[in-house]
């Protein structure tokens, strides 16, 4: 028995629209980079791009558990000597809330030009309201586990 090799790129690419309101940050991104990457086909090939395009909204409404808002902190050097940056979680998500989104699921990504390639898939917006209605894309529900009493 021979094992499937995938040819190249999947033509029947879906859009989905998820709905960020509420949703734990780490639980929805790697839902998102899941069906970026294409893990829920079965012709999944880790070196070809086989995902969809997702729609995410309401990236303000998200949920940082715990103390994820004032202890988590993103970085960047602006290339100057002493230009390290940093923002906690909490006013990132207040000035600019898909970059949180964004930097949770490029983190989830392969970081090589197949990574790059998906991520130009993703598409974030902070309200309800996006440009993409033309792709009709399907509500994805994210199933949420919950913890077990006991």
Do not use: C
């Not at 998200?62 to 970085?75: F, P, Q, W």
């Not at 030009?113 to 309201?129: A, E």
């Amino acid at each position: 028995m021979q094992s499937y090799v995938s040819k190249g790129v999947s033509r029947d690419q879906r859009w989905f629209l998820v709905d960020a309101e509420g949703k734990p940050l780490g639980r929805l991104a790697t839902l998102v980079a899941s069906r970026l990457r294409g893990k829920h086909r079965p012709t999944y090939s880790p070196n070809h791009d086989h995902g969809d395009h997702v729609v995410v909204i309401n990236a303000s409404r998200v949920v940082l558990t715990g103390k994820k808002k004032t202890d988590k902190k993103y970085y960047w050097h602006t290339g100057y000597p002493g230009g390290i940056k940093e923002i906690t979680a909490g006013k990132l998500l207040a000035t600019r809330p898909e970059r949180v989104i964004e930097k949770a699921v490029a983190g989830m990504l392969p970081k090589n030009s197949l990574g790059k390639k998906l991520f130009t898939k993703l598409k974030v917006y902070s309200g309800p309201d996006h440009p993409h209605a033309g792709q009709k894309p399907e509500p994805l529900v994210v199933q949420l586990r919950t913890r077990r009493a006991g």
